[in-house]
């Protein structure tokens, strides 16, 4: 009897140590830790991992979706540059590999290489060793590619707990936690998302929308009740009808009948003052990769739910006199295209996605399937409603989807354009006068070219009752201009191991210069670097010697001369 309690005994002694070891197992498989964490797989959080990696440190990369990239791979083919000197170390890697890419006949399926053009800002010149304009899939080949090479530990489908997910102690972040309770910690932490997740948990300070001109004292920024252009010789325009409708466009659903309730997505409250800052955010929309070859083509739908009262401003504008195809259609390789806003009724959906930056996971997938729904609903009415000019639903009609692109989801990508979320309030924040070369910075971690840029961000009714948009701004920028450390920096006294390549601090309008894919990388490629040296250093990232941070920028072939 009592060597059977004695084994009993033993065997439960033996049972609980297998239990306890698989707990700890388990534990043990529900937590990493790094060097470097970068929080976003965008091209910054991709250029930012393979930098880290590149310098030797241990790097964890989480992709809250299933696919890298960003917008770099979701269908911004025709890359916004301003200016390629301005382009340099693994930005200028990826389109020179994806001119590689395209100088091999096997990656030419729809067209002969000698017959593609390409155009405007993005031709690629026959001395150039890169190339600025790819499909989606190519990029996405090019960039895995890229960071297959670099020793980087990769998470997909994780998200930030943003209720609980993060610990922090003096200032300092050390470690955040995945909805899936993955937690991961790390000496240094980057958040290259769009929308700022990580550092609105950490307490960074931020704004979301426009500031007033009064602000920073700039003159192109907060309310601009005229479309606002500035060419190439310095001349302003507030008068010009770019991306506008056309005139005497009537908002109500009666029309004549200002007692009738306005049409879907117009703004019933009154205009604010010209100048004035609001919450506001810029139009987002879908980069479409669109085809029209035959045998790749999958044609325009109309989705389910689709209601035709949406899209009545849009009639009423062809009505009125507007005979154009209301999109920009850039040619990509292959008989594909990059297809984005174009006109006044057109692929961004005006003044539905003011929550977007803020909103929950299940709020902002609930926008972007509208935002989905919108523009197939668009390009379903351009190609068949017969209140459209014949001669754009015959071009239209050409054109769809593409097959062998986004396959799970027929041909239509996963990454909606945020084109502006939340923006950080660091240590320095880049302002017009940035752009416009009236204050330079001497802690230049990259440069930017493009035009101080923001697409409308409201559909209004104006003093004579006809509807218009609110909120272009075209400024052309003369000189490529330093982007200063500090502006991805937080301040000191709110986190100092977090560094923000893209919600960088910047007012909208210089922000609207700077969020570009190919500066968004060099940013994260120097938030990895500055990150890197800090670890090294061991001292927080406000430390950091920049001339140490700037020799290794250079000798990583980043470009920071203006």
Same mark, same amino acid.
């Given at each position: 009897?009592? $060597?059977?309690?004695?084994? @009993?005994?033993?065997?439960?002694? %033996?049972?609980?140590? +297998?239990?306890?070891?698989? &707990?700890? #197992? /388990?534990?043990?498989?529900?937590?990493?830790?790094?060097?470097?964490?970068?929080?976003?797989?965008?091209?910054?959080?991709?250029?930012?991992?393979?930098?880290?990696?590149?310098?030797?440190?241990?790097?964890?990369?989480?992709?809250?979706?299933?696919?890298?990239?960003?917008?770099?791979?979701?269908?911004?083919?025709?890359?916004?540059?301003?200016?390629?000197?301005?382009?340099?170390?693994?930005?200028?890697?990826?389109?020179?590999?994806?001119?590689?890419?395209?100088?091999?006949?096997?990656?030419?399926?729809?067209?002969?290489?000698?017959?593609?053009?390409?155009?405007?800002?993005?031709?690629?010149?026959?001395?150039?060793?890169?190339?600025?304009?790819?499909?989606?899939?190519?990029?996405?080949?090019?960039?895995?590619?890229?960071?297959? $090479?670099?020793?980087?530990? @990769?998470?997909?489908?994780?998200? %930030?707990?943003?209720? +609980?997910?993060?610990?922090? &102690?003096? #200032? /300092?972040?050390?470690?955040?936690?995945?909805?899936?309770?993955?937690?991961?910690?790390?000496?240094?932490?980057?958040?290259?998302?769009?929308?700022?997740?990580?550092?609105?948990?950490?307490?960074?300070?931020?704004?979301?929308?426009?500031?007033?001109?009064?602000?920073?004292?700039?003159?192109?920024?907060?309310?601009?009740?005229?479309?606002?252009?500035?060419?190439?010789?310095?001349?302003?325009?507030?008068?010009?009808?770019?991306?506008?409708?056309?005139?005497?466009?009537?908002?109500?659903?009666?029309?004549?009948?200002?007692?009738?309730?306005?049409?879907?997505?117009?703004?019933?409250?009154?205009?604010?003052?010209?100048?004035?800052?609001?919450?506001?955010?810029?139009?987002?929309?879908?980069?479409?990769?669109?085809?029209?070859?035959?045998?790749?083509?999958?044609?325009?739908?109309?989705?389910?739910?689709?209601?035709?009262? +949406?899209?009545?401003?849009?009639?009423?504008?062809?009505?009125?006199?507007?005979?154009?195809?209301?999109?920009?259609?850039?040619?990509?390789?292959?008989?594909?295209?990059?297809?984005?806003?174009?006109?006044?009724?057109?692929?961004?959906?005006?003044?539905?996605?003011?929550?977007?930056?803020?909103?929950?996971?299940?709020?902002?997938?609930?926008?972007?399937?509208?935002?989905?729904?919108?523009?197939?609903?668009?390009?379903?009415?351009?190609?068949?409603?017969?209140?459209?000019?014949?001669?754009?639903?015959?071009?239209?009609?050409?054109?769809?989807?593409?097959?062998?692109?986004?396959?799970?989801?027929?041909?239509?990508?996963?990454?909606?354009?945020?084109?502006?979320?939340?923006?950080?309030?660091?240590?320095?924040?880049?302002?017009?006068?940035?752009?416009?070369?009236?204050?330079?910075?001497?802690?230049?971690?990259?440069?930017?070219?493009?035009?101080?840029?923001?697409?409308?961000?409201?559909?209004?009714?104006?003093?004579?009752?006809?509807?218009?948009?609110?909120?272009?701004?075209?400024?052309?920028?003369?000189?490529?201009?330093?982007?200063?450390?500090?502006?991805?920096?937080?301040?000191?006294?709110?986190?100092?191991?977090?560094?923000?390549?893209?919600?960088?601090?910047?007012?909208?309008?210089?922000?609207?210069?700077?969020?570009?894919?190919?500066?968004?990388?060099?940013?994260?490629?120097?938030?990895?670097?500055?990150?890197?040296?800090?670890?090294?250093?061991?001292?927080?990232?406000?430390?950091?010697?920049?001339?140490?941070?700037?020799?290794?920028?250079?000798?990583?072939?980043?470009?920071?001369?203006?």
């Amino acid at each position: 009897m009592k $060597k059977n309690q004695i084994l @009993v005994a033993s065997l439960f002694f %033996l049972l609980s140590l +297998t239990i306890s070891c698989l &707990e700890d #197992k /388990k534990a043990n498989n529900n937590s990493d830790t790094a060097q470097m964490v970068v929080y976003g797989g965008t091209s910054a959080g991709v250029s930012a991992a393979i930098q880290s990696s590149r310098m030797g440190k241990s790097v964890i990369l989480i992709v809250p979706s299933g696919r890298i990239g960003g917008l770099t791979t979701g269908g911004l083919g025709q890359t916004d540059i301003g200016k390629k000197d301005a382009i340099g170390g693994i930005a200028r890697e990826f389109y020179q590999n994806i001119r590689t890419y395209y100088d091999q006949d096997d990656n030419w399926n729809w067209q002969q290489k000698d017959d593609y053009r390409d155009g405007g800002q993005t031709k690629t010149s026959l001395t150039e060793d890169a190339m600025w304009t790819f499909e989606p899939s190519a990029a996405l080949e090019v960039l895995t590619g890229m960071l297959d $090479k670099a020793d980087v530990k @990769v998470y997909y489908n994780e998200k %930030l707990n943003r209720k +609980t997910g993060i610990k922090t &102690e003096n #200032k /300092k972040i050390k470690s955040i936690t995945m909805h899936s309770g993955l937690e991961i910690s790390a000496s240094v932490f980057i958040d290259a998302t769009y929308e700022g997740d990580l550092m609105a948990m950490a307490g960074v300070s931020y704004t979301v929308g426009r500031e007033s001109n009064d602000t920073y004292g700039e003159n192109l920024n907060g309310v601009q009740p005229l479309d606002t252009t500035r060419s190439l010789t310095g001349q302003f325009s507030k008068n010009a009808i770019n991306h506008n409708f056309v005139a005497n466009v009537d908002p109500y659903v009666i029309e004549g009948d200002s007692s009738s309730r306005l049409l879907p997505f117009i703004d019933e409250n009154p205009l604010e003052a010209e100048g004035s800052g609001d919450n506001k955010v810029q139009a987002y929309c879908f980069r479409m990769c669109l085809t029209d070859h035959e045998m790749n083509k999958v044609p325009f739908s109309k989705p389910e739910g689709y209601d035709s009262i +949406t899209y009545e401003l849009l009639l009423r504008n062809f009505e009125a006199g507007y005979n154009s195809i209301p999109w920009i259609n850039s040619a990509m390789p292959n008989r594909k295209t990059d297809t984005n806003n174009g006109g006044g009724f057109s692929t961004d959906f005006i003044g539905q996605n003011y929550e977007y930056p803020e909103a929950d996971y299940e709020t902002r997938e609930e926008i972007v399937e509208a935002h989905l729904k919108y523009q197939q609903g668009l390009m379903w009415t351009l190609a068949n409603n017969p209140r459209v000019p014949e001669s754009v639903r015959n071009e239209v009609s050409r054109w769809g989807t593409c097959k062998d692109e986004f396959i799970d989801s027929n041909g239509w990508p996963a990454q909606l354009y945020i084109r502006e979320a939340r923006r950080m309030v660091g240590s320095y924040v880049m302002t017009q006068l940035n752009c416009e070369l009236l204050e330079i910075v001497d802690d230049v971690v990259g440069l930017a070219a493009y035009g101080m840029d923001s697409h409308n961000v409201q559909r209004y009714v104006t003093e004579n009752g006809y509807v218009r948009n609110e909120g272009n701004v075209e400024a052309h920028v003369e000189y490529s201009f330093p982007i200063s450390y500090r502006s991805i920096l937080p301040k000191s006294n709110e986190c100092s191991n977090l560094l923000v390549p893209v919600c960088l601090s910047a007012s909208h309008i210089a922000f609207g210069s700077i969020r570009m894919e190919p500066v968004f990388m060099v940013l994260g490629q120097s938030a990895a670097t500055a990150g890197a040296l800090a670890i090294d250093k061991g001292i927080d990232m406000h430390e950091l010697d920049y001339n140490l941070l700037r020799e290794q920028l250079v000798k990583d072939k980043q470009r920071l001369n203006y």
